[in-house]
């Protein structure tokens, strides 16, 4: 009865905490993959729609496209983390991100009695970018390379002003992540840097990386060497030095810059885990990654409320 007690209270002072707030959560494609997961954070998502925090969801869908680029006979090809889009990669990353798995999430919500709404990053002018060029790339083992990623976009801006209305009036945006550029071509963003920069511009509390990993290791081989705090300055020397690596640098730099762009906190987290989002945000302990800055690792540390 004492755990119980203490859950509710510390729900209390969550609910207090975060009320009408903005959490971005960015659906990895490990999620996306799997029917009864996606289902289940769902669920979750809207137990926290129910606590009046505001939702937006962002998702990619890598290995989907993957999939879709194998059958299609279209070779797919990934340098640190990030993907080279080619022309027929793109139109394979339109069908999939969106319209596939766009629906996918917001029929899965949907059933969980929220008010989903599908978008890309091209609707309203959500998503300024422009096409990237060659750029040097280090690689995992620290080599550097000048790599051409194709039909790619570096992100330029963000307008919440849609995000803004469809938030006002309880509707859940679920973003894949497309973008235009000036010329009003689509272009393929890395989900990861999109959700970073919708957190960003709204000025989220959270910024929360649901995957299918339990977050960021110290040894990627052993699941026991989970890292559950870090924060921002601790990492910057691992990333410079490519300690962090795959698909997982994306996402940690990512978090390095909502921090810095004022977002309160950071998680990455698997999603397939039971009640994972729910244990990550209202249990101590956590069961993911969380990224701060020093002085808010200092205060959690503190008051122990997540």
Do not use: W
Request: hydrophobic content about 45%; aromatic content about 4%; charged content about 25%.
């Amino acid at each position: 009865m004492t755990e119980i007690v203490r859950g509710l209270k510390n729900a209390l002072a969550y609910t207090r905490l975060y009320r009408d707030q903005a959490f971005v959560v960015k659906l990895g494609g490990d999620i996306l993959a799997d029917a009864r997961a996606l289902d289940t954070i769902a669920g979750q998502l809207a137990l926290l729609e129910s606590l009046s925090i505001r939702l937006v969801v962002v998702h990619g869908g890598g290995p989907q496209a993957t999939s879709l680029a194998t059958k299609l006979g279209l070779e797919s090809r990934m340098v640190a983390g990030r993907r080279i889009t080619t022309p027929e990669i793109l139109e394979v990353a339109k069908m999939v991100y969106g319209g596939t798995l766009n629906v996918n999430v917001t029929s899965a919500l949907h059933r969980h009695g929220l008010r989903p709404v599908g978008l890309t990053g091209i609707d309203g002018g959500l998503i300024a970018a422009r096409k990237r060029p060659p750029v040097d790339v280090r690689l995992d083992g620290g080599r550097i390379e000048r790599v051409d990623f194709g039909e790619v976009g570096d992100l330029e801006s963000v307008d919440t002003s849609l995000l803004s209305v469809l938030l006002g009036q309880r509707y859940v945006p679920v973003v894949a992540s497309l973008a235009g550029d000036p010329q009003g071509s689509a272009l393929n963003v890395n989900a990861d840097t999109v959700a970073e920069a919708i957190a960003s511009a709204l000025g989220a509390k959270k910024l929360i990386f649901l995957t299918g990993v339990a977050g960021l290791l110290r040894d990627v081989d052993d699941p026991g060497s989970l890292v559950p705090f870090a924060d921002v300055e601790d990492l910057e020397p691992l990333l410079a030095s490519s300690a962090i690596s795959g698909g997982m640098r994306p996402k940690v730099e990512a978090c390095v810059r909502a921090v810095k762009a004022g977002v309160r906190r950071t998680h990455i987290v698997d999603g397939r885990q039971a009640d994972a989002l729910l244990v990550e945000l209202f249990t101590g302990g956590g069961c993911g990654t969380m990224i701060v800055d020093r002085k808010e690792m200092t205060d959690y540390r503190e008051h122990e409320l997540s």
